[in-house]
Nanobody, 122 residues
Framework: QVQLVESGGGLVQAGGSLRLSCAAS????????MGWFRQAPGKEREFVAI???????SHADSVKGRFTISRDNAGNSVYLQMNSLKPEDTAVYYC????????????????WGQGTQVTVSS
């Protein structure tokens, strides 16, 4: 059974940092694109960051320079280092994986985690 399990969310003050982790199991994800999305209350889910083969990454403009996506060598774990957090970063953060980078970048994925809550207080 394929699973993506996020961890590392929590409550932090504005300006603080958090590191989210996503552990994938049930198959090999080394050739998959993996990414992070978030959904704030009353808003649609939005793209945050993505990583694919060769260590290439892309980040949403809203988080560029503050968030960094990375991946372990085996390719089955992905991380999101979040610095200089703002109240508007408050959301449920989801990990996702798909064999197609283009699909995943559009927010379409074969595999999703259950989400982890990030709350940034002002």
């Amino acid at each position: 059974q394929v699973q993506l399990v996020e961890s590392g969310g929590g409550l932090v003050q504005a300006g603080g940092s958090l590191r989210l982790s996503c552990a994938a199991s049930g198959r090999t994800f080394s050739n998959y694109a993996m990414g992070w999305f978030r959904q704030a209350p009353g808003k649609e889910r939005e793209f945050v960051a993505i990583t694919w083969s060769g260590g290439v990454t892309s980040h949403a403009d809203s988080v560029k320079g503050r968030f960094t996506i990375s991946r372990d060598n085996a390719g089955n774990s992905v991380y999101l280092q979040m610095n200089s957090l703002k109240p508007e970063d408050t959301a449920v953060y989801y990990c996702a994986a798909d064999a197609s980078f283009l699909k995943l970048r559009r927010g379409v994925a074969d595999y999703w985690g259950q989400g982890t809550q990030v709350t940034v207080s002002s």
